[in-house]
């Protein structure tokens, strides 16, 4: 039976498969994407086009009298794509949030050694700038630049210069109150005024999901994908020797997926 018959037959199968492409079209220019950009391997860019190119062949070409496949794939697609996307760019959030805390961090620690270091205070107003703390970050670059000669800073007073030129929601000014104590602090303060604490350092966190909270709803949904769609799937579209080798390639995958995801990332920390 060629397409168009089968079409005929079942004319459900273009719904799922048009539904599947629109989504499979995301995937695939995602993973391009990430690929160029060196966010994700090229080996595991190029196997997650494959195996989107097939799933969007097996989609229109389910094997005779299990066409039950084809909304089975459109649901694996439709629901990675739309749990992976998200996902993806609050790990790359979290992976760029990161960084910044360490700089400030590293800036609190120069200050610690030599408080008046221009250039740790400027650092600290750059990155909690950076992080949307506009007011404070303009507050703290003026006092840190104030008496510093024109000349020696002129990067310095450019960048404040710009940052006060952009025009800043006057909120951005408001004190900020401290995680650990509750005390309010106004601009330009880089301790709490009441207990101390790098008060700056915990506001520019801000809130986001961790990391180890979303590389576990990944691991649970791709485990779910291979036991409910991976396995049936396997096992009527493949031949006996390759659905077997298929369903254990799958098996061993889920394992190692949650393996990782539970167990595995205990030493790199869970932050
Ligand atoms: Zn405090």
């Not at 408080?115 to 970050?137: C, Q, T």
């Not at 210069?161 to 005390?183: I, M, N, P, Q, Y």
Request: glycine residues 8%; hydrophobic residues 50%.
């Amino acid at each position: 039976m060629n397409l168009a018959d089968r079409l005929a037959a079942h004319p459900e199968i273009a719904i799922f498969g048009c539904i599947t492409w629109a989504f499979l079209i995301v995937w695939i220019l995602s993973m391009v994407h990430w690929t160029i950009q060196a966010e994700i391997d090229t080996g595991f860019g190029i196997i997650a086009i494959i195996f989107g190119v097939g799933l969007g062949f097996l989609v229109f070409n389910p094997p005779a009298g299990n066409e039950f496949i084809s909304p089975l794939i459109t649901l694996m697609v439709v629901g990675s794509v739309i749990l992976f996307l998200p996902l993806r760019s609050i790990i790359n959030q979290h992976e760029l949030v990161a960084i910044d805390m360490d700089a400030i961090d590293r800036a609190y620690r120069q200050l610690e050694e030599r408080p008046n270091n221009v250039g740790a205070r400027f650092k600290i107003a750059k990155l909690i700038y950076g992080r949307g703390l506009h007011g404070h970050a303009i507050k703290l670059a003026d006092d840190a630049l104030q008496n510093m000669p024109q000349d020696f800073f002129a990067e310095e007073h450019k960048m404040v210069d710009s940052w006060k030129r952009a025009g800043h929601d006057e909120a951005t000014f408001r004190a900020l109150s401290c995680v650990e104590c509750g005390a309010s602090n106004p601009p330009g303060e880089l301790y709490c005024k009441k207990c101390g604490a790098k008060f700056l350092l915990d506001q520019a966190k801000g809130k986001w999901i961790g990391r180890a909270m979303v590389k576990k709803l990944m691991a649970v949904w791709v485990a779910m994908l291979g036991v409910f769609v991976g396995i049936p799937v396997s096992a009527v579209a493949l031949p006996p020797i390759a659905a077997a080798i298929a369903i254990c390639g799958l098996a061993t995958l889920i394992m190692l997926t949650l393996y990782s995801a539970f167990l595995g990332g205990r030493a790199s920390g869970n932050a």
